[in-house]
């Protein structure tokens, strides 16, 4: 659709506290803080978290012209300690020449191209959880999923399957990922790191157990050897594969050197964990909607009847499961995985035709975007047909985009969404998972989560 340009006019939001500014109000509720923002103020708010200028964006032009910028006039913004330890020095933390150096390992990876030799381990990750699955037992969904999701980045990025250390590595990444949450809404976000706490404590034991199972992957690919039970056999990622690790250890520098031990680790561990944990939080939050909106269930199973006819899904029925594509399109937008972006404006940073004084964090929100009523009618409503023919004519660029935008689109974000739509084909065409009719809210941590357990009973389509 042609716009014109909206000119960006920031007006003061809520007073803050010294020092503190804003953070006691978004750490309550971030999500409802946030709302309030785009509806009590307009589209370009200043707020403070801690003693820093912010603006927080709700129009999706000036999200466009922010994300387009990000890799020339923004820096990355330090979001803490506890975030720090889990990636480190990885490409999502990194700007300029390391950013691009580190981005052309990893992104061959995950090209569409990559992306199609996957799928059968997607599909057959996804049928061997559902081969111990009983009709009438009761499962929890993220663990499920997480268990899922995890198995399937570990085979085909890293050409393991690490067996029973994988429920560990989930555990550990569980905690990692809440204590990240909860720095980021209390007053330890402006702790230094030095400072030892219980939440910390509890976030290096969990770094430990990831840094254990990811330096094992390592040695046993640059040792040339595989310990036994951790290889995923034939499949992708298997000997002879250029994947992410290969790519990982051969790299050299332009001096011919490569890359340490702790740059290796930091790009396998971001890439592990973004890989799947985006996945299975968007197929749990699925599965809560499916069992809300059994309408939506019923044209799922009639489309899988249809596509595939009883046999397994396969990258080739990808394009033709259109409505289990707009499922989960449809489930990014009213649960984007990811909530809240940001960077720090530098000397030359410009929106909406105005000047954006350097050091200026600028945030933005999926969430409170994708929920605006303005671009999406009944917007807190799960509506896969309103992504009928690829989307609507009425949605402005930038109305949607859980994967981010501009250079540093998520480079996972086609993995992810063909894994999302072949995992919930292969577990959909044998299960229904019955979740009890209660709301459940988000709950905000690094990704954003379901509030309470999801605990769904396993009903098996005959």
Not at 136 to 146: H, L, P, T, W, Y
Not at 148 to 160: D, E, K
Not at 190 to 202: K, M, S, Y
Not at 215 to 244: C, F, Q, W, Y
Request: with cysteine; charged share 25%.
């Amino acid at each position: 659709m042609t716009t014109c340009r909206v000119p960006l006019a920031p007006v003061p939001g809520p007073r803050g506290l010294p020092v503190l500014g804003n953070l006691p109000a978004f750490g309550r509720d971030p999500l409802a803080f946030l709302e309030r923002l785009r509806d009590d103020h307009g589209d370009a708010v200043l707020w403070s978290l801690g003693p820093r200028r912010s603006v927080f964006l709700s129009h999706p032009q000036h999200i466009a012209e922010m994300l387009a910028a990000r890799e020339h006039t923004y820096d990355i913004l330090d979001i803490g300690w506890a975030f720090k330890q889990v990636v480190g020095e990885s490409v999502i933390m990194s700007g300029g020449a390391d950013w691009r150096r580190k981005r052309s390992l990893v992104q061959p990876t995950v090209r569409p191209r990559q992306v199609r030799t996957y799928a059968a381990t997607m599909v057959d990750c996804a049928r061997s959880a559902a081969d111990g699955w009983r009709d009438g037992e009761r499962i929890d969904v993220r663990r499920q999923m997480a268990l899922i999701t995890q198995r399937v980045v570990l085979r085909c990025l890293f050409g393991n399957d690490l067996g029973d250390a994988t429920g560990d590595l989930a555990r550990a990444m569980n905690v990692a990922e809440h204590e990240i949450g909860a720095e980021l809404r209390s007053v330890s976000l402006f702790l230094p790191g030095w400072v030892t706490t219980p939440a910390r404590r509890r976030l290096r034991a969990a770094v430990a157990t990831i840094d254990a199972e990811v330096h094992r992957l390592i040695r046993a690919r640059s040792g040339g050897a595989r310990e036994a039970g951790n290889t995923a056999g034939g499949g992708p990622g298997g000997e002879g594969r250029d994947d992410l690790l290969d790519r990982l250890l051969a790299a050299r520098d332009e001096d011919g050197l490569p890359l340490s031990p702790r740059e290796v680790r930091d790009e396998a561990v971001t890439l592990w964990a973004a890989g799947h944990e985006t996945t299975s939080t968007a197929l749990t939050w699925i599965w809560y909607l499916l069992s809300r909106y059994p309408s939506v269930r019923e044209r799922l199973d009639a489309e899988l009847d249809r596509v595939l006819a009883g046999r397994p899904p396969t990258i080739d029925d990808h394009d033709r499961l259109t409505w289990t594509q707009q499922i989960v399109k449809e489930a990014l937008r009213l649960y984007p995985p990811a909530w809240l972006l940001a960077g720090v404006a530098r000397e030359g940073a410009v929106l909406g035709g105005r000047r954006v004084p350097p050091g200026t964090v600028v945030w933005c929100s999926p969430w409170t975007t994708h929920r605006d009523p303005r671009w999406f009618a009944g917007a807190g409503e799960f509506r896969p047909e309103r992504w009928d023919g690829g989307g609507s004519g009425d949605v402005p660029d930038h109305a949607w985009f859980p994967f981010g935008g501009g250079q540093r689109t998520c480079l996972g974000a086609r993995f992810a969404q063909v894994e999302a739509v072949l995992v919930l084909a292969a577990l959909a065409q044998r299960f229904r998972l019955d979740l009890p009719d209660t709301e459940v809210r988000p709950r905000v941590g690094l990704l954003l989560l379901p509030s309470a357990p999801l605990c769904a009973t396993l009903r098996a389509v005959t």
